[in-house]
């Protein structure tokens, strides 16, 4: 993951105004800095979102391929993750090093949207045992400057919101064979609820407090995490610790509490601006909101 080189009297600064709930940038322990969303940015999708968070920018396809369900779950349909760190991000990422936290972020995604309740797997299913759509959700990284788990999940959730679907009627002829046939009309397609869909809200241990959306320069001074994935609910449904250092389990509760309680407020304007994105048609512009 991309990271800088702080003084120590530089992380002394950062660590003694936290303390006192005032960070660098004038933001409180619990704000986020202001986030900017825009859905439909790429042609040849069935969906797609570009989230600008601070200076992380990630750029999110969602493309929709009719494939064959799983033999444990034949009933739905599923989605799998692609997660490239682009050298432009950061020189770390250069070669194949940013393919462990590709890995890892990827996974990560898998774990969330596994849960049933997450997305309508079901509405996925075309005929049962035999067909079914696949949603192959790919993230680029175009720009690395902290907090990337919670701005790929805004992004994953805003283009999964923006992802067309066409309509697929099944006949059964006379002798039983099956065709399918794709409706023309651009109108009649498939869109899937996101209500459901969590965010992951990424909280960083530094001193005796926690800060939610770190800067690169904070988590340099962070030597754990706490990865929570809430939905617009309150309901943490995944929960993972990133980093070196360790927390007590009291820590781990109020960090539980603060993730749940910014989640909900993240959840209720992100739909906020996706309803008003949509709206927009053609002429449709960024909208920013704070978390």
């Not at 570009?50 to 929709?64: C, N």
Request: proline share 3%.
């Amino acid at each position: 993951m991309a990271s800088v080189t702080l003084s120590e009297a530089e992380k002394v600064y950062i660590v003694h105004g936290i303390q006192e709930d005032l960070r660098v940038d004038g933001r409180g322990c619990e704000d986020y800095r202001c986030v900017e969303v825009e859905t439909d940015v790429v042609s040849n999708t069935s969906g797609s979102a570009r989230v600008k968070l601070g200076h992380t920018d990630i750029l999110v396809g969602v493309k929709a391929e009719m494939g064959t369900p799983k033999l444990e779950k034949p009933n739905e349909g599923y989605l799998e993750f692609f997660v490239d760190c682009s050298a432009n991000a950061t020189p770390e990422f250069e070669g194949r090093g940013g393919d462990d936290l590709g890995t890892e972020i990827a996974n990560t995604l898998s774990r969330i949207f596994s849960n049933k309740s997450s997305v309508d797997l079901q509405a996925l299913c075309i005929s049962p045992g035999e067909h079914c759509w696949t949603l192959y959700v790919d993230v680029l990284l175009l720009e690395c400057g902290g907090n990337l788990f919670d701005a790929i999940s805004i992004a994953v959730k805003a283009a999964v919101f923006n992802t067309r679907i066409p309509r697929v009627r099944v006949l059964v002829d006379e002798e039983g064979s099956k065709d399918i046939e794709l409706s023309d009309d651009p109108y009649d397609c498939i869109r899937l609820s996101v209500e459901n869909v969590p965010c992951i809200v990424t909280l960083c241990k530094i001193g005796y407090r926690h800060v939610v959306d770190a800067t690169l320069q904070e988590e340099a001074c962070s030597l754990a995490s706490l990865l929570v994935s809430v939905t617009s609910k309150g309901v943490v449904t995944c929960m993972r610790k990133v980093g070196k250092g360790s927390l007590e389990p009291e820590s781990i509760f109020e960090m539980m509490e603060t993730g749940k309680r910014v989640g909900k407020v993240l959840h209720s304007s992100l739909q906020t601006v996706l309803h008003k994105e949509e709206s927009l048609g053609p002429k449709r512009q960024k909208v920013g909101f704070l978390g």
